[in-house]
């Protein structure tokens, strides 16, 4: 069972839309509106005036009208707004080009796969041929220079916001997908980012913000960006200086932000002689950046999610619908209200990023995301092509005469691997983690009034939030559980073993809880995360699980419940594994090993679904000794039932094309190798019978 790293594709899911920029505090589509096509035209028509004046103004129209509704936003695109707006980032004004910029962004905060069309129309061209005038006007600002003429104190005046939709346009496409980053990387911007998060005393901290929010995202297992990185080693100390620096509730995240950097080039921090020699410099790093993320965990959501609604129902927070004329109007001073909801808003999403960076910081740093396959590749065609034959014939030819020559090789590969791996056991952050990081872990997992209430919310972006938070925390809390599990004393487990013994009921209760609310994909993630906790959990406690009557059945529901592709069935056998494997407890375990062999007998299983059961059963029943052993495999005719899945098994293994899926096929090969191992070893038990 692999940890749930947070990685670039892990981090994507579930997460809101990076470049939105509704008004804060003010919740959206309360209503539909009643714009007609007869008055968009005419605005839309204006975009191409021979008037920069009324060019700026139509684009800053359609600005307010693509944030009004739903509908509204349909009928813009279906005039083909996108290509117009595009071509006017090319105007002779840099007011046209300026609410242009700022219109595109709003497009993509509502319409986020609206960036593939802007990569595809090959929109970073012409951001970098903006991208001068913006460095040479921020250079002015930041110098000080005097005013030169009225045009360049306009430029001055709107820097900011022309620096912010510049940068979370970057920003979306950079999320959107690799290719786009390759592309990205080619316009080398990491020194224009890196300007901003060096003057974050002297700039607005939104547009600080968005800079450090595009360049972690930047140097996500991005190697190419790393180079700018070993070549800018004032940038490595620029970052450390930030988090030694502020100190100010506004500038919590972009130290959060500084640490999330840090953490994705520690390849170069390690290289970058920040510390003397004879210290660790990744221990060292994860010493100075864990206290700055534990101190956003200290933050009472049950208040901040009463106080919302509170808040709300004052009626001092404006719904986007109330502004829904064609006129942009000026912008109106926030309530008190609202800026506590904005508040909220930032503290959530604060708190996310630095539950990913302690989630990261559990993953030992030889886990390799790939499993393998880099390595294999390594080797070059023929060597592949040796390697895929060699397994192709073992998958044909294994059979109980000849398994244990395989099995041999297998455990000549694993010890030749085991030389490598690391202690877990000497990580220095599992301390602070034991007395600092879980008790905040158990408090933002537990649902909130507003956490998982749907349409009912009476703010879609706080519950939203807070649905995300609970989330990231229960894959921190897995992620921890599992580096313990891999330590061969698992600390925790013996030295906290009233918090472990409660945490498996918190999880079934707080499952329950999310499972009543109504369908929704940030509902389902926290089931998913909540399974993977207590499969982690389980192996841990052992004979010692505290289970509760209901608690079989309510995890052979979800695994009913879900997609028969999901990742979520696969977690849900796994965590059937631990309960099944304990002792005075024949009933519960004839129900597990009824409940997967059925699992096995299923043509509609997926294949990770298949791989997991099988183990399972090696597990579970790897011992005559075992009280359950004789009453349920014994006498359940469990092995004649898997000699009897061999040939199907063997067929599953060969459709699994490892040059796609190499990790997937990897673990079927293992698993059919096991199969064929177990029935031989099963039968020699109890003198020969089976």
Same mark, same amino acid.
């Given at each position: 069972?692999?940890?749930?790293?947070?990685?670039?594709?892990?981090?994507?899911?579930?997460?809101?839309?990076?470049?939105?920029?509704?008004?804060?505090?003010?919740?959206?589509?309360?209503?539909?509106?009643?714009?007609?096509?007869?008055?968009?035209?005419?605005?839309?028509?204006?975009?191409?005036?021979?008037?920069?004046?009324?060019?700026?103004?139509?684009?800053?129209?359609?600005?307010?009208?693509?944030?009004?509704?739903?509908?509204?936003? &349909?009928?813009?695109?279906?005039?083909?707004?996108?290509? +117009?707006?595009?071509?006017?980032?090319?105007?002779?004004?840099?007011?046209?080009?300026?609410?242009?910029?700022?219109?595109?962004?709003?497009?993509?905060?509502?319409?986020?796969?609206?960036?593939?069309?802007?990569?595809?129309?090959?929109?970073?061209?012409?951001?970098?041929?903006?991208?001068?005038?913006?460095?040479?006007?921020?250079?002015?600002?930041?110098?000080?220079?005097?005013?030169?003429?009225?045009?360049?104190?306009?430029?001055?005046?709107?820097? *900011?916001?022309?620096?912010?939709?510049?940068?979370?346009?970057? *920003? %979306?496409?950079?999320?959107?997908?690799?290719?786009?980053?390759?592309?990205?990387?080619?316009?080398?911007?990491?020194?224009?980012?890196?300007?901003?998060?060096?003057?974050?005393?002297?700039?607005?901290?939104?547009?600080?913000?968005?800079?450090?929010?595009?360049?972690?995202?930047?140097?996500?297992?991005?190697?190419?960006?790393?180079?700018?990185?070993?070549?800018?080693?004032?940038?490595?100390?620029?970052?450390?200086?930030?988090?030694?620096?502020?100190?100010?509730?506004?500038?919590?995240?972009?130290?959060?932000?500084?640490?999330?950097?840090?953490?994705?080039?520690?390849?170069?921090?390690?290289?970058?002689?920040?510390?003397?020699?004879?210290?660790?410099?990744?221990?060292?790093?994860?010493?100075?950046?864990?206290?700055?993320?534990?101190?956003?965990?200290?933050?009472?959501?049950?208040?901040?999610?009463?106080?919302?609604?509170?808040?709300?129902?004052?009626?001092?927070?404006?719904?986007?619908?109330?502004?829904?004329?064609?006129?942009?109007?000026?912008?109106?001073?926030?309530?008190?209200?609202?800026?506590?909801?904005?508040?909220?808003?930032?503290?959530?999403?604060?708190?996310?990023?630095?539950?990913?960076?302690?989630?990261? +910081?559990?993953?030992?740093?030889?886990?390799?995301?790939?499993?393998? *396959?880099?390595?294999?590749?390594?080797?070059?065609?023929?060597?592949?092509?040796?390697?895929?034959?060699?397994?192709?014939?073992?998958?044909?030819?294994?059979?109980?005469? @000849?398994?244990?020559?395989?099995?041999?090789?297998?455990?000549?590969?694993?010890?030749?691997?085991?030389?490598?791996? &690391?202690?877990?056991?000497?990580?220095?952050?599992?301390?602070?983690?034991?007395?600092?990081?879980?008790?905040?872990?158990?408090?933002?997992?537990?649902?909130?009034?507003?956490?998982?209430?749907?349409?009912?919310?009476?703010?879609?972006?706080?519950?939203?939030?807070?649905?995300?938070?609970?989330?990231?925390?229960?894959?921190?809390?897995?992620?921890?559980?599992?580096?313990?599990?891999?330590?061969?004393?698992?600390?925790?487990?013996?030295?906290?073993?009233?918090?472990?013994?409660?945490?498996?009921?918190?999880?079934?209760?707080?499952?329950?809880?999310?499972?009543?609310?109504?369908?929704?994909?940030?509902?389902?993630?926290?089931?998913?995360?909540?399974?993977?906790?207590?499969?982690?959990?389980?192996? %841990?406690?052992?004979?010692?699980?505290?289970?509760?009557? @209901?608690?079989?059945?309510?995890?052979?529901?979800?695994?009913?419940?879900?997609?028969?592709?999901?990742? +979520?069935?696969?977690?849900?056998?796994?965590?059937?594994?631990?309960?099944?494997?304990?002792?005075?407890?024949?009933?519960?375990?004839?129900?597990?090993?009824?409940?997967?062999?059925?699992?096995?007998?299923?043509?509609?299983?997926?294949?990770?679904?298949?791989?997991?059961?099988?183990?399972?059963?090696?597990?579970?029943?790897?011992?005559?000794?075992?009280?359950?052993?004789?009453?349920?495999?014994?006498?359940?005719?469990?092995?004649?039932?898997?000699?009897?899945?061999?040939?199907?098994?063997?067929? +599953?293994?060969?459709?699994?094309?490892?040059?796609?899926?190499?990790?997937?096929?990897?673990?079927?090969?293992?698993?059919?190798?096991?199969?064929?191992?177990?029935?031989?070893?099963?039968?020699?038990?109890? %003198?020969?019978?089976?």
């Amino acid at each position: 069972m692999g940890k749930q790293r947070v990685k670039k594709a892990v981090r994507k899911t579930n997460r809101p839309n990076p470049i939105v920029r509704a008004s804060a505090g003010m919740e959206q589509g309360m209503k539909e509106a009643a714009v007609q096509e007869e008055q968009v035209l005419p605005v839309i028509n204006k975009l191409t005036s021979a008037d920069p004046s009324e060019r700026s103004w139509a684009a800053a129209c359609i600005s307010n009208l693509v944030m009004s509704s739903e509908a509204t936003r &349909k009928l813009i695109l279906g005039k083909r707004i996108v290509p +117009m707006l595009l071509e006017r980032l090319t105007d002779d004004k840099q007011e046209v080009i300026e609410e242009c910029l700022g219109t595109l962004r709003n497009l993509a905060s509502v319409e986020p796969t609206l960036v593939r069309e802007y990569y595809n129309s090959d929109i970073l061209t012409v951001l970098s041929t903006l991208l001068p005038r913006i460095t040479e006007t921020l250079d002015r600002v930041l110098k000080k220079e005097p005013v030169q003429d009225d045009d360049d104190k306009e430029r001055r005046q709107t820097i *900011w916001d022309f620096a912010e939709n510049f940068i979370y346009i970057i *920003w %979306g496409i950079t999320e959107e997908s690799d290719k786009y980053i390759r592309a990205i990387n080619r316009l080398n911007l990491v020194n224009f980012f890196i300007s901003f998060l060096a003057a974050a005393d002297q700039c607005p901290t939104r547009v600080v913000v968005a800079a450090g929010q595009c360049l972690t995202t930047l140097t996500e297992d991005n190697k190419d960006i790393y180079i700018e990185f070993q070549n800018h080693p004032e940038y490595i100390q620029m970052l450390f200086g930030i988090l030694n620096k502020f100190d100010t509730p506004d500038k919590v995240l972009v130290r959060v932000l500084a640490c999330a950097i840090l953490q994705n080039v520690k390849e170069v921090v390690q290289l970058s002689g920040s510390w003397d020699e004879e210290q660790d410099a990744l221990s060292e790093l994860n010493k100075t950046v864990m206290p700055i993320l534990v101190s956003c965990l200290d933050y009472d959501i049950q208040e901040a999610a009463d106080k919302t609604a509170a808040a709300v129902q004052s009626g001092k927070v404006r719904s986007q619908a109330q502004n829904e004329e064609i006129t942009p109007k000026p912008k109106q001073p926030l309530t008190d209200e609202e800026q506590y909801i904005q508040g909220v808003e930032d503290r959530l999403s604060t708190m996310q990023l630095a539950l990913e960076l302690l989630a990261e +910081m559990c993953v030992p740093e030889n886990d390799d995301e790939n499993g393998g *396959w880099e390595e294999a590749q390594d080797g070059g065609d023929e060597g592949d092509a040796t390697m895929m034959d060699g397994d192709e014939e073992m998958v044909d030819h294994l059979d109980e005469s @000849n398994v244990d020559a395989y099995y041999e090789k297998e455990a000549e590969a694993m010890a030749q691997d085991n030389q490598t791996d &690391k202690d877990v056991g000497a990580n220095p952050i599992l301390h602070s983690f034991t007395f600092q990081v879980i008790p905040g872990l158990i408090k933002l997992a537990t649902p909130t009034k507003l956490s998982y209430v749907g349409d009912a919310s009476p703010s879609p972006n706080v519950s939203l939030g807070l649905a995300l938070t609970h989330e990231r925390a229960l894959e921190c809390f897995n992620n921890f559980l599992l580096a313990i599990n891999e330590i061969p004393t698992k600390p925790w487990f013996k030295h906290n073993r009233s918090d472990a013994l409660q945490a498996w009921p918190w999880l079934f209760q707080t499952a329950h809880h999310i499972g009543s609310a109504p369908a929704s994909a940030q509902r389902d993630a926290a089931l998913e995360a909540i399974v993977g906790c207590l499969w982690s959990l389980g192996r %841990g406690l052992g004979q010692d699980i505290p289970l509760q009557p @209901n608690d079989v059945a309510t995890l052979c529901g979800a695994y009913q419940a879900a997609n028969a592709q999901s990742s +979520m069935r696969v977690k849900v056998v796994g965590c059937l594994g631990p309960i099944a494997a304990r002792q005075g407890d024949i009933a519960t375990n004839k129900t597990i090993g009824d409940f997967v062999m059925n699992c096995l007998r299923d043509a509609s299983t997926s294949i990770a679904v298949r791989i997991e059961a099988l183990n399972l059963i090696y597990d579970v029943y790897s011992d005559e000794n075992f009280d359950y052993d004789l009453p349920v495999y014994v006498q359940g005719q469990f092995s004649n039932q898997l000699q009897q899945m061999v040939p199907a098994t063997r067929k +599953m293994v060969k459709s699994i094309d490892r040059r796609k899926e190499f990790d997937l096929r990897a673990r079927a090969d293992e698993a059919l190798m096991n199969l064929v191992a177990f029935i031989k070893y099963k039968a020699s038990e109890r %003198g020969g019978r089976r």
